[in-house]
């Protein structure tokens, strides 16, 4: 099974304030997703990423959402200006060669 | 853990039964489903999945069926363990590659 590590495993921030979540698969995979997972709700897409590029996003995905693969490594999940309903886990996900999705431990964001 | 204080549909079996958790899903178009288990404070822990093109599989204690007539999936875990103890969520992929889940079972096991 792929490994996917997360980090921060917690993020504690204020409203306004900028947050990057970061991803890193350990071995090289096409598709990266980010999901996410309000306390008391069943996880919900937020995005995926391939080649390089945005592959399909969901409502959720607005403007203040932003994801890129700086380094060829990690994956990262950039919200601009937080807002309280932005608290949340948040997972990143990735597809090996047989199309399974793969989950990492999750970060979870708080936004005071 | 992320689902505390969602109302989950929780099944509680003792220890060595087998369990059956169920799940209905609406887009008739879905191809690819996922049975995923989340412990309290951790990621979805892939189980097992089928295509569209099976209606069962069966892995190490586990059997996926599926039911496209009625669209119903279905997880039959064997001799259920103390460690089986998770909330289970069915997920669909409608020829997208992003994941829709289900809302969850919470399965107790009693020992």
């Known amino acids: 099974e792929p490994e996917v590590t997360q980090t921060p495993s917690h993020q504690v921030t204020q409203m306004g304030q900028e947050v990057i979540l970061r991803c890193v698969p350990i071995?090289?995979?096409?598709?990266f997703y980010w999901y996410r997972q309000i306390l008391g709700q069943k996880v919900e897409f937020l995005v995926s990423?391939?080649?390089?590029?945005?592959?399909?996003k969901s409502e959720i995905f607005d403007d203040q959402f932003s994801v890129e693969r700086p380094d060829g490594s990690n994956f990262t999940l950039k919200i601009r200006s937080t807002k309280l309903e932005d608290s949340a886990m948040y997972f990143c996900?990735?597809?090996?060669?047989?199309?399974?999705?793969?989950f990492g431990p999750g970060t979870r964001l708080t936004v005071t | 853990g992320e689902n505390v204080g969602l109302h989950l549909p929780t099944l509680s079996v003792q220890e060595g039964d087998n369990s059956i958790i169920n799940c209905a899903y609406s887009?008739?178009?879905?191809?690819?489903f996922i049975w995923y288990k989340q412990e309290s404070g951790k990621g979805p822990q892939f189980i097992i999945d089928i295509r569209s093109n099976m209606d069962k599989r069966q892995g190490q204690r586990v059997t996926v069926l599926l039911n496209k007539t009625v669209k119903h999936l279905s997880l039959q875990i064997a001799a259920t363990q103390p460690g089986d103890s998770a909330v289970y969520f069915c997920a669909e992929n409608t020829g997208r590659r992003a994941l829709t889940f289900g809302s969850g079972t919470r399965l107790q096991v009693q020992p």
């Open positions: 071995s090289n995979h096409l598709y």
């Open positions: 990423f391939y080649n390089n590029e945005i592959s399909e």
């Open positions: 887009n008739s178009a879905s191809d690819y």
């Open positions: 996900a990735i597809t090996d060669r047989s199309g399974e999705q793969y």
